[in-house]
């Protein structure tokens, strides 16, 4: 057991300490209050695993406390002390919330038996509410495919972060999925009853993009021959998706910023301020770090929408996902043209497992669409995938032929090995480290190397 803290509440002085030096000796730590008002504020200072009380004392009383501790902390149980005899008052702090009683004058064994016990039952249950909330956390999430490793850390940190109001930023490769993480933390906000709206900002030009962020009055511009709302209050309530951020023109970046710092937007040719209330995610496959440095990113802006990171592995360092979103896709397509396609041969999952992915997720849709459509057998097999993914000769290989433009350097076979290993553990990063026989931090420096170099 560990050290345990008990909040011992009695008016009289010597009766705290009393209690107190018998705790202490069986190993307790102990804080004492002469009042249930000083208790209480105590229980919002300090992580109390047990609780230890009175009932007779002027001002708050101790059933009084029962009940407002069965309220605020009902995991902190607490033991009544009652004078001998007064048995209905014991009854009736159990009724108010009190985990057991012992009676006055104490006995000190039994003191000490009955605390044990009241801080066994909180360790006890705040165990079982940590597998739980673990199991929870690390269970897939209905929109999105994939068990590996990586991702069901991920998972794990997207239902930490989702209820908050933060704002999040969303990194990764191009096609890793970032636009459905963002629709996902929405659904799981408080906010998922209210809209969720995408906006593309590398699509617009800047003046195209306040615009439509912002809303403009009618007559702003030429085109403008009505009124428009703009994004910003068509999300309102509800969650509005930045995707590549880091294309957004400079200029427009000093008025967003203005904006989600003052709450309120003032639309393209308007002279009024309007205030909203939206939850801003922001999405990019470019390194913000880096263009802040080259000054294309403004550092205000950076620090304002990242406040959390929540960052999607490559589809290439997600092990056998692959696999799983290929049969999901397989699936699709077949219902989609009547096609009796149930699977994937053997040969064709190799090579599928080999291939680097550089348009991730997306690039996979689009090359099992394509050999749903050719293949004429009923698995997929590997005359149906494109030279690229047919013809990659991605892990298998590590060493060339005696062809000299045939061999590549060792940082190459290092890379290539790397992620052979990550496959074969399913992204299994501290099993891949055992392998490799590197710690995990060298190899998340490998790792993100190798990402870098994908790019
Ligand atoms: N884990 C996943 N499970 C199921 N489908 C996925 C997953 N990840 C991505 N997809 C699908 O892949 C496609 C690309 O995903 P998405 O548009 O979210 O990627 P992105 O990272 O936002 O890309 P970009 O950076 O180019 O905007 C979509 O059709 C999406 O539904």
Not at 7 to 18: F, P, S
Not at 43 to 48: A, G, P, T, Y
Not at 58 to 64: A, F, V
Not at 440 to 452: S, V
Request: negative net charge; aromatic residues 4%; hydrophobic residues 40%.
């Amino acid at each position: 057991m560990n050290e345990s803290v008990i909040l011992v509440v009695d008016d009289e002085r010597a009766m705290c300490e009393m209690v107190q030096t018998a705790l202490e000796i069986a190993g307790h730590k102990v804080i004492t209050c002469l009042s249930a008002d000083e208790a209480l504020q105590r229980l919002k200072e300090v992580d109390i695993d047990a609780v230890l009380t009175d009932v007779r004392m002027p001002g708050t009383s101790g059933l009084e406390l029962c009940q407002q501790i069965s309220q605020l902390r009902p995991d902190v149980p607490v033991v009544v002390m009652t004078a001998f005899g007064s048995m209905e008052l014991a009854v009736s702090a159990m009724r108010n919330g009190a985990y057991d009683f012992i009676t006055k004058p104490v006995e000190l064994q039994l003191l000490r038996m009955t605390v044990r016990r009241a801080v066994e039952r909180r360790q006890m249950s705040q165990k079982i509410h940590l597998l739980e909330t673990e199991a929870q956390h690390k269970e897939p999430l209905p929109e999105l495919i994939g068990e590996s490793e990586p991702m069901l850390m991920m998972y794990d940190q997207l239902r930490r972060v989702a209820p908050s109001d933060a704002s999040i930023l969303i990194t990764g490769e191009s096609g890793t999925g970032k636009e459905v993480v963002a629709r996902c933390i929405h659904r799981l906000s408080t906010r998922a009853e209210r809209p969720f709206v995408a906006v593309n900002c590398a699509a617009l030009s800047e003046s195209l993009l306040e615009s439509e962020l912002f809303g403009h009055e009618k007559g702003a511009f030429t085109d403008a021959r009505t009124q428009r709302r703009g994004l910003f209050l068509e999300a309102e309530g509800g969650t509005l998706l930045l995707d590549e951020i880091g294309d957004m023109p400079i200029a427009m970046q000093v008025k967003l910023l203005r904006a989600l710092e003052e709450g309120s937007l003032r639309p393209v040719g308007g002279d009024r301020e309007i205030k909203f209330n939206v939850r801003v995610l922001a999405a990019t496959h470019k390194d913000l770090e880096s263009a802040v440095d080259e000054g294309t990113f403004r550092q205000d802006l950076f620090y304002r929408i990242n406040v959390i990171q929540l960052h999607l592995p490559p589809l290439r360092a997600r092990g056998t996902d692959v696999l799983r979103l290929a049969n999901d896709q397989i699936q699709r397509f077949a219902s989609r043209s009547g096609k009796n396609v149930t699977g994937i041969a053997a040969p064709a999952a190799q090579r599928l497992l080999a291939y680097r992915w550089p348009g991730n997720v997306r690039e996979l849709r689009n090359v099992m669409e394509r050999a749903v459509a050719l293949t004429q057998h009923d698995t997929i097999t590997i005359d149906d995938l494109p030279d690229k993914v047919r013809d990659h000769r991605g892990s298998e290989v590590f060493i060339g032929g005696d062809d000299p433009s045939e061999l590549v350097p060792l940082e190459e076979i290092e890379r290539r090995y790397v992620e052979h290993v990550l496959t074969a553990v399913d992204g299994n990063r501290t099993q891949a480290a055992k392998i490799l026989g590197v710690d995990r931090k060298t190899l998340y420096r490998k790792l993100k190397a190798a990402e870098e170099e994908g790019e």
